[in-house]
């Protein structure tokens, strides 16, 4: 089994920052890409930030410029880095996954359980 692990979300003020962390564990073999997406209240989820084995990352437009994605390789983590947060980043931020399992000998895309991100005064 693969399984991911969200920690770090809660309630923030404007302005403020917060760090999520995801970690990967179970019968990994390799991990591919790593990222983070939220969905808000009564909208679709959207994406946040990836970042692919080899360094490279991508951000969603309303995040670009305030938060950071950053992986470990050696321990399977991947963290978002926000600041500068907006009451419109509320929302629930779901990590996310391409995983070679070696039990099944193939490619899963995994998703974690969500944490709750909340900026508001």
């Known amino acids: 089994q693969v399984q991911l692990v969200e920690s770090g979300g809660g309630l923030v003020q404007p302005g403020g920052s917060l760090r999520l962390s995801c970690a990967a564990s179970?019968?990994?073999?390799?991990?591919?890409?790593m990222g983070w997406y939220r969905q808000a209240p009564g909208k679709e989820r959207e994406l946040v930030a990836t970042?692919?084995?080899?360094?490279?990352?991508n951000y969603g437009g309303p995040v670009r410029g305030r938060f950071t994605i950053s992986r470990n390789n050696a321990e399977n983590r991947v963290y978002l880095q926000m600041n500068s947060l907006k009451p419109e980043d509320t929302a629930v931020y779901y990590c996310?996954?391409?995983?070679?399992?070696?039990?099944?000998?193939?490619?899963?895309?995994?998703w974690g359980q969500g944490t709750l991100v909340t900026v508001s005064s």
């Open positions: 970042s692919s084995v080899g360094g490279s990352t």
């Open positions: 996310n996954a391409n995983i070679f399992d070696r039990v099944h000998y193939g490619f899963l895309e995994v």
């Open positions: 179970g019968s990994i073999a390799s991990i591919n890409v």
